[in-house]
């Protein structure tokens, strides 16, 4: 690398363009097709189901590809870096969504706390009414919702789930899209 020069970064950074733009998407497929026969620790159904759960629930309420996206990869993250996941999903999907779901993957497990009765140290309150503190956020409302309608609910064993391959295309989409999301 010490014998690289402008011009060959310069076509180093148009190669590595071009390669994410195909690599991306499909890595990150990968990533979460390697969880499909994982079992689970104790909920109904393992993450990926739990995944595609949340975007077939987000889908069939008409939300957009980028809602849908997102919801899809929002635990991506869970098993490899379960005290962090929602970081670690935003920062996957940071150039290609939305502030407002970026935001959400942040702030998501915060939001859970308020549902998970008993998980918590004597469930105190300042730890689990975390959320609170972001009351009047401009993604508090969209949060609390994603928290509630698809995240929370998405455990249910005898719903059928939209497969991934109708989902790969719109993860395609999305990755394409970068910083130029508002």
Not at 110 to 129: A, C, K, M, S, T
Not at 135 to 152: L, Q
Not at 158 to 172: A, C, G, I, S, T
Request: glycine fraction near 4%; charged fraction near 30%; aromatic fraction near 12%.
């Amino acid at each position: 690398m010490d014998d690289f020069r402008s011009d060959d970064w310069a076509l180093m950074n148009r190669q590595r363009a071009d390669y994410l733009k195909e690599e991306q998407p499909r890595q990150v497929l990968d990533m979460l097709k390697a969880s499909r026969d994982a079992s689970t620790f104790g909920y109904a159904i393992n993450n990926y189901e739990h995944c595609l759960q949340t975007a077939t629930l987000l889908h069939e309420d008409g939300y957009d590809e980028e809602d849908v996206v997102t919801g899809l990869l929002h635990d991506i993250g869970f098993i490899v870096c379960p005290d962090n996941h929602g970081r670690f999903a935003a920062d996957l999907l940071r150039t290609h969504i939305s502030e407002k779901n970026v935001w959400m993957l942040e702030h998501h497990e915060i939001f859970q706390r308020v549902h998970l009765h008993g998980f918590y140290e004597q469930d105190d309150p300042n730890f689990i009414n975390e959320r609170q503190r972001w009351r009047g956020h401009k993604w508090y409302e969209w949060t609390v919702e994603f928290v509630e309608r698809y995240d929370i609910v998405a455990i249910d064993p005898d719903k059928e789930n939209l497969p991934l391959e109708f989902f790969e295309p719109m993860v395609e989409r999305v990755f394409v899209r970068t910083e130029e999301v508002g």
